[in-house]
């Protein structure tokens, strides 16, 4: 049985003519966690937003493989669809869109595309209820709008809830520690751990090695000028925070 969901052969992308990723290859497997470390302007943010769709990046070579499907034919929408999530290192605000409508839109947009019927009112009040729980987010932020006015503690909460909804089969991690607290970092983290399963997987992608105490990464990977220079266990999480990143 084929155990690969996302396989990056020699990726190569930027944005406005300027080359960023320069032959990024990368196997994930199902039941794996993978962090993704490196210097500001290494790549790694370049790396989610290729895989997320984003339009102002262009690919110019390699091919992303996701559950056996060529990733970059398909839209942003049908990559949400078919199971990818991105967590954004700074989330946008979406003023005058309650966070109970976004997410009825996003999870029976979902649901559509899998040939299923939408959640009847009541159904989905209890999911939210039950996940916003889970991520230990108040009731009352259900009737704010889509991040406004939200500390970036509440941000990173909203949006690891918005993925506890989608229950995306490969999670991405943008940054998802910067501007946390400790608290916060280990909320959000405790929400990660939880929807793991050996059916899923995610990247992390962290300049630092405090998130990666709360979740702790199968592979690590270093990104530099564009390419992973080097993969090993998460021992190499000490070796980065020990030498720097000139030394690996």
């Known amino acids: 049985m084929n155990d690969i969901l996302l396989e990056i052969k020699g990726l190569k992308a930027g ?63 049908e990559r949400s669809w078919a199971g990818i999530f991105l967590s954004f290192q700074y989330p946008v605000e979406i003023p005058g869109v309650s966070i109970t409508n976004f997410m009825k839109t996003a999870v029976n947009s979902h649901r559509k595309a899998k040939g299923l019927e939408e959640l009847k009112a009541g159904e989905f009040l209890k999911l939210m209820k039950e996940k916003m729980a889970f991520v230990q987010m108040k009731p009352e932020f259900s009737k704010r709008e889509v991040n406004v006015g939200f500390s970036g503690g509440e941000k990173k909460r909203n949006e690891i809830f918005q993925m506890a909804m989608l229950d995306p089969v490969l999670s991405i991690l943008d940054e998802t520690d910067s501007g946390l607290d400790v608290d916060a970092l280990r909320i959000v983290a405790s929400g990660v751990n939880a929807l793991h399963t050996p059916e899923k997987a995610a990247i992390v992608i962290t300049h630092y090695q405090r998130l990666l105490d709360y979740i702790v990464p199968d592979v690590v990977h270093v990104l530099k000028d564009g390419q992973i220079v080097k993969t090993a266990g998460r021992e190499l999480v000490a070796q980065i925070e020990d030498k720097g990143y000139d030394n690996i």
């Open 15 to 77: 944005i406005e003519g300027k080359e960023i990723l320069r032959g990024v290859d990368l196997t994930i497997r199902k039941g794996e966690i993978h962090a993704i470390m490196g210097p500001n302007g290494a790549g790694k943010s370049t790396l989610s937003a290729v895989l997320a769709g984003k339009e102002n990046f262009t690919v110019t070579g390699g091919s992303i493989k996701f559950l056996g499907q060529d990733l970059l034919e398909m839209s942003p929408e």
